[in-house]
């Protein structure tokens, strides 16, 4: 690859991830359709919701009361995430690899 393209791999790399993490939601959302925070229709409205919340996490819980724990599944099959964190990571120092010994021949 020449040191002529190298530039521009690294301008596209970077705006591929800028266009990436435009699509990335804010954190602004709300329900509230007029833009004001704070209002008492909001303030009920929320407590109600919070209120509803409560009480179907109260159901739940008198529900899952029967000796299950935490993400009880019955699936404790891992292999698939082995494999695959095993290949990133063999990936990755082959690429460590493969740019120390470029930068010793001195390309």
Same mark, same amino acid.
């Given at each position: 690859?020449?040191? @002529?393209?190298?530039?521009?791999?690294?301008?596209?790399?970077?705006?591929?991830?800028?266009? @990436?993490?435009?699509? /990335?939601?804010?954190?602004?959302?709300? $329900?509230?359709?007029?833009?004001? @925070?704070?209002?008492?229709?909001?303030?009920?409205?929320?407590?109600? $919701?919070?209120?509803? /919340?409560?009480?179907?996490?109260?159901?739940?819980?008198?529900?899952?009361? %029967? %000796?299950?724990? *935490?993400? %009880?599944?019955?699936?404790? %099959?891992?292999?698939?995430?082995? =494999?695959?964190?095993? *290949?990133?990571?063999? =990936?990755?120092?082959?690429?460590? /690899?493969?740019? /120390?010994?470029?930068?010793?021949?001195?390309?």
């Amino acid at each position: 690859m020449s040191s @002529a393209r190298r530039p521009l791999l690294t301008a596209t790399a970077a705006a591929t991830l800028l266009c @990436a993490l435009w699509f /990335v939601p804010s954190a602004n959302a709300s $329900q509230d359709s007029s833009g004001r @925070a704070g209002t008492d229709a909001s303030a009920t409205h929320l407590t109600q $919701q919070a209120r509803a /919340v409560s009480q179907a996490t109260a159901e739940t819980a008198r529900e899952a009361a %029967d %000796d299950t724990q *935490l993400a %009880d599944t019955g699936s404790i %099959d891992t292999t698939p995430y082995v =494999v695959g964190g095993t *290949l990133f990571l063999g =990936v990755g120092a082959g690429f460590v /690899v493969y740019s /120390v010994r470029r930068e010793r021949l001195g390309f």
